[in-house]
Nanobody
Framework: QVQLVESGGGLVQTGGSLRLSCAAS????????MGWYRQPPGETRELVASISSTGTTYYVESVKGRFTISRDNAKNMVYLQMNLLKPEDTAVYYC???????WGQGTQVTVSS
């Protein structure tokens, strides 16, 4: 069955960096777009970044220039490199497969001021 397992969250100070990883299994990973969403406390979930099967990327305006999404099709992994983190980046981050709407369990990112 389809599984998406995130890792790499944690507590970091303002200006710091984290790299989130998502291990995908149960489907032909290389053929599908993958994405990262986040949900801050008390707010709705929003798309942060996505990457297509051909490597085309999308970023929400608030993370452009700071976050980088990438994928390794040989390892069935998708990554989110987050630099220059801000307190407003604090959220639970979710790996997402748009096709058939699969979600990981989420990983907490907390940025202290």
């Amino acid at each position: 069955q389809v599984q998406l397992v995130e890792s790499g969250g944690g507590l970091v100070q303002t200006g710091g960096s984290l790299r989130l990883s998502c291990a995908a299994s149960g489907f032909t990973f290389r053929r599908l777009t993958m994405g990262w969403y986040r949900q801050p406390p008390g707010e709705t979930r929003e798309l942060v970044a996505s990457i297509s099967s051909t490597g085309t990327t999308y970023y929400v305006e608030s993370v452009k220039g700071r976050f980088t999404i990438s994928r390794d099709n040989a390892k069935n992994m998708v990554y989110l490199q987050m630099n220059l983190l801000k307190p407003e980046d604090t959220a639970v981050y979710y790996c997402h497969r748009p096709t058939a709407d699969y979600w990981g369990q989420g990983t907490q990112v907390t940025v202290s001021s």
